[in-house]
């Protein structure tokens, strides 16, 4: 890993066009800002990774039975509140 | 006597099916960028989002909707702008499901692939609201 040391205001270049910005501090946190084609894809690494491998638990061989699942009750499958 | 050797024509699983092409793959399958999309009316609302290229390799699938109630998820203007949204109707979903055994199974809620009906081009999309939905929402069995 290349560490690099930056002051808030302060940004990285990568590839020539994808430019990592330290915006500033707040306390614990470090704000992030990326410049980048829309194209290119920027997730937290975490839920990246949850995803990625969620889609690889999900694959499946030869397409297997499905059991059989009701779609949605008469009172649906509520998911937990959003927060507003 | 002379046997005429008869080959038959192969029938692929895709004839008369539309492709659906994801420039980026799926997270941890970037490489696979075509898929079909099967549809079982005894199986509905789950699909099989099957690799064009491996056809014995697919991701059950089904339209949020059909699973669960009140889903709002919230695509960045960028992912939008990407696959030519300019109206949210034009949005197709599909959400993966795990299937877990002992007639469990989960549903990713936090990263549909979204794809746009009228070009059949798709993404995986992490949602903005990612944090509100769960990766692994449990599907009841009837």
Do not use: C
Request: net charge negative.
């Amino acid at each position: 890993m290349l560490i690099l040391s930056r002051k808030p205001g302060e940004s990285i270049v990568i590839d020539g066009r994808i430019v990592v910005t330290i915006v500033r501090l707040e306390g614990e946190m470090v704000k992030v800002g990326i410049e980048a084609a829309r194209e290119v894809p920027v997730h937290r690494q975490e839920v990246y990774e949850e995803i990625q491998r969620n889609n690889k638990e999900a694959l499946t061989e030869n397409r297997p039975q499905i059991p059989r699942f009701l779609a949605k009750r008469s009172a649906p499958a509520q998911l937990k509140p959003a927060l507003r | 006597m002379i046997t005429a050797e008869m080959t038959e024509t192969e029938t692929t699983q895709t004839e008369g099916r539309d492709i659906i092409r994801l420039p980026f793959g799926l997270l941890g399958f970037e490489h696979v960028k075509q898929f079909v999309l099967l549809a079982n009316p005894a199986e509905a609302p789950f699909m099989w989002f099957q690799m064009l290229d491996d056809a014995k390799q697919a991701f059950l699938v089904a339209p949020p909707s059909s699973l669960v109630s009140d889903y709002q998820p919230d695509i960045s203007d960028d992912e939008a702008g990407f696959l030519e949204l300019a109206d949210p109707a034009d949005a197709f979903l599909l959400n993966i499901v795990t299937l877990r055994g002992n007639g469990q199974a989960t549903v990713n809620l936090k990263g549909p692939v979204v794809i746009n009906r009228r070009t059949l081009i798709g993404k995986q999309v992490i949602l903005n609201n990612a944090a509100q939905y769960s990766l692994h929402h449990p599907l009841t069995a009837w």
